[in-house]
């Protein structure tokens, strides 16, 4: 009899082991918007969903975020669209390595940040020929977006700049050390080292309006990128609004995660959507309208549709 229970006992542990479901959620570096969100992301699929630990890791970005998924393992990962885009087709980055990807939530708009300091001269796009730029960590999705602007203003990323490839922490250190002029990050708003920054005494930051080459960019890269607005009232010291170049961030997973498992980490995330926010105030712009809007070039999960179609809300 004790033998039996024992048996029963641990077959039940191995159930019970079989059915858990560990999560790791791709994010960013820690100066970043991703890595924040993630963190509370992971938080409330733990504590919310029974039977699912997530845990949040740091990485370079959207391209790491990418290839982390495209291993098979269980990852939720924070990309820009553009960046999901090039691994679904197996372009730029991605080059003979498809990812099989699909979209869970559309989430929040990624606002191309160029950012210098008055005393640079720096003013427009132009002004950064023969400069010393940050492009963005490698493994970032800001790297992608960065060469993209360089090459629709007119400027080569390997001739007419000095690149280095630093995080957006990274980048506003050398700012502040006078080891760059200027640096691209793109993130939510607002974005932790940028704050840093604009904060510093006896700095002004500038920011660069990118608004202009969307349409170029749009023309060669398909319709991906949208003009948006970065208020004057978002960093310390802007003279003006900053009319930028933008992208969607988007939340996804590889095609192989099951159906039921997408379901719910997509109705917790709208099911605990005050929580979410308490992390990071980004998880404000997630609703069920951006989901309508064909803002992914990446295909819904199967569990996500399930989830949006008992909201009523019909994905074009």
Do not use: C
């Not at 607005?229 to 609004?241: E, F, L, R």
């Not at 959507?273 to 997630?286: P, W």
């Amino acid at each position: 009899m004790k033998l039996l229970k024992v048996i029963v006992l641990s077959l039940g542990f191995f159930w019970a082991s079989a059915q858990a479901q560990n999560i790791s959620i791709a994010t960013g570096g820690t100066g970043g918007v991703y890595y924040p969100m993630g963190g509370g992301l992971a938080s409330v699929l733990s504590s919310k969903v029974p039977g699912m630990s997530a845990t949040a890791e740091v990485t370079g970005g959207s391209v790491d975020n990418l290839n982390l998924i495209g291993t098979g393992k269980p990852y939720v990962g924070f990309s820009m669209a553009d960046a999901a885009k090039d691994a679904q087709v197996g372009e730029g980055k991605f080059a003979g390595k498809k990812v099989d990807l699909r979209t869970l939530v559309v989430l929040y708009p990624n606002l191309m940040h160029v950012v210098t300091v008055d005393s640079t001269g720096i003013k427009s796009m132009k002004d950064l020929k023969g400069k010393r730029i940050s492009t963005g960590a490698p493994g970032s999705a800001t790297e992608v977006m960065a060469f993209r602007l360089l090459e629709a203003a007119g400027l080569d990323k390997d001739k007419d700049v000095k690149r280095e490839r630093l995080s957006v922490a990274e980048s506003v250190n050398a700012i502040k050390d006078r080891k760059i002029d200027a640096f691209f990050w793109v993130g939510g708003l607002p974005t932790a080292a940028v704050t840093d920054l604009a904060n510093t005494p006896g700095t002004k930051i500038v920011m660069v309006d990118t608004g202009d080459e969307v349409a170029s960019m749009n023309k060669k890269y398909g319709n991906l990128y949208f003009v948006a607005n970065i208020p004057k009232a978002t960093y310390s010291g802007m003279a003006k609004d900053n009319k930028v170049a933008a992208v969607a961030n988007i939340l996804v997973v590889n095609a192989n995660m099951p159906d039921d498992q997408a379901y719910k980490i997509v109705k917790a995330i709208f099911d605990n959507k005050l929580e979410l926010v308490r992390t990071h105030q980004e998880f404000m712009s997630i609703n069920l309208d951006n989901q309508k809007q064909k803002a992914t070039p990446i295909d819904f999960h199967p569990g996500a549709l399930k989830y949006f179609k008992e909201k009523n809300v019909k994905v074009n």
